[in-house]
């Protein structure tokens, strides 16, 4: 078993979320690979060194806040947003500030609220598990604030899975060498594959796949969207604003006062519409 480099290193969470003090040298570096954490989250002014992030390939998130204080409500749904990305793609993650006290437990004390703790609950958890935690009144002050505010920083379940596909395909394409080989043309005929799937799926009635080959589908439109990112051309924002902007335009009789009776009467109002926009 190595002994720890650290001097207040703990797993709150076996093998998904551990606390320290700050990692300044390579060998805290070496012995957090070592026993597999893959992320950090860095709560002091003072960032952690790039070369050494960059040597031992950790994902990193820096959310500096003052000594003995509290984070912003913009830092905390950063915060959390990561913690729920890192947690959907395994990755094991450090939380540090200066000496793994204060700033750390306020955070850990957030994460406990996340999880549906109270704020006195989430409080004593961090101490059990740390020996430690919140330093200041107003560190307790702002546990208890944000108890109350997380359900309205925080994205509906909705918008916390869009935002993970999205930075799911961001690092797919920096990260794996097929995907950041793809063009929009390469990706056409896997694209034509995967809709035909959804078609076999559905003649089969068979909803499992039906489903999984729904989300490649989606998987190839996301992908299109990145590549357009990329070279500045659009956005998966764009896409869907032209979207629901054509759905206004053509359903006339939802969204103004023009009468449709039947769905015969909507398809060649639909016909009308499409080519007076042509």
């Given at each position: 078993m190595r002994i720890s480099p650290f001097s207040n290193f703990s797993w709150v969470e076996k093998d998904k979320i551990a606390a320290s003090d700050f990692p300044y040298a390579e060998e805290h570096f070496k012995f957090l690979k070592d026993i597999g954490i893959r992320a950090i989250?860095?709560?002091t002014e003072e960032d952690i060194r790039k070369s050494l992030i960059e040597t031992y390939k950790f994902?990193?998130?820096?959310l500096p806040i003052e000594d003995f204080g509290v984070p912003s409500l913009s830092q905390v749904k950063k915060f959390l947003k990561w913690l729920k990305l890192m947690e959907v793609w395994e990755q094991p993650v450090l939380?540090?500030?200066?000496?793994?006290?204060?700033?750390?437990?306020?955070?850990?004390?957030?994460?406990?609220i996340w999880k549906g703790f109270s704020a006195e609950e989430s409080i004593r958890i961090v101490r059990e598990k740390r020996g430690s935690g919140i330093e200041t009144l107003s560190q307790e002050s702002f546990i208890y604030e944000v108890k109350e505010l997380i359900p309205v920083i925080y994205p509906d379940r909705e918008e916390?899975?869009?935002y993970i596909l999205l930075e799911t395909m961001k690092v797919l394409r920096k990260e794996c060498p097929w995907d950041r080989k793809q063009t929009r043309?390469?990706?056409m005929k896997y694209f034509i594959d995967e809709v035909e799937e959804v078609i076999k799926a559905e003649r089969e009635n068979d909803l499992n796949n039906f489903i999984e080959e729904l989300g490649d589908v989606l998987l190839h439109i996301v992908f299109q969207c990145e590549i357009g990112r990329e070279r500045k051309e659009f956005s998966i924002n764009d896409v869907i604003d032209i979207l629901l902007k054509k759905l206004v335009r053509r359903?006339?009789?939802v969204f103004k006062d023009?009468?449709?009776?039947?769905?015969?009467?909507?398809?060649?109002?639909?016909?009308?519409?499409?080519k007076k926009e042509r």
């Open positions: 989250i860095t709560l994902r990193h998130l820096h939380i540090h500030c200066r000496a793994g006290i204060g700033r750390t437990g306020t955070m850990l004390s957030v994460y406990y916390e899975m869009f043309t390469s990706l359903h006339p009789h023009e009468i449709l009776k039947t769905d015969k009467d909507v398809e060649e109002r639909w016909e009308e519409l499409k």
